[in-house]
Nanobody, 121 residues
């Protein structure tokens, strides 16, 4: 069993940066890949990025490549999402999830409650 809690969201101007964190409880954190998804108002939830259990493999949505960086610290049971050069279209609720390394949300078992990211133009 893994419980996930996101933090670090907020309001930022376009071009700015935010660092999200996904903190986990439970002894099996390192068993799971951790993904970030986002959902904007009126839109479906979409994959953003994922990191493998060891942290050696990552995957990114094309629109965030070169701007977002995912990393994990298994000793601290935390995954980070560094978001730079933010754009208004990045505005969404961001969720972290634990499961298989995948772009499909149905492959993830554990979900956090989400954190709001708002980018003003």
């Amino acid at each position: 069993q893994v419980q996930l809690v996101e933090s670090g969201g907020g309001l930022v101007q376009a071009g700015g940066s935010l660092r999200l964190a996904c903190a986990a409880s439970g002894r099996t954190f390192s068993y799971y890949a951790i993904g970030w998804f986002r959902q904007a108002p009126g839109k479906e939830r979409e994959f953003v990025t994922v990191i493998s259990q060891s942290g050696s493999s990552t995957d990114y949505l094309d629109s965030v490549k070169g701007r977002f960086t995912i990393s994990r610290d298994n000793a601290k049971k935390t995954v980070y999402l560094q978001m730079d050069s933010l754009k208004p279209e990045d505005t969404a609720v961001y969720f972290c999830a634990g499961g298989s390394r995948s772009r499909r949300d149905k492959d993830y078992t554990y979900w956090g409650q989400g954190t709001q990211v708002t980018v003003s133009s």
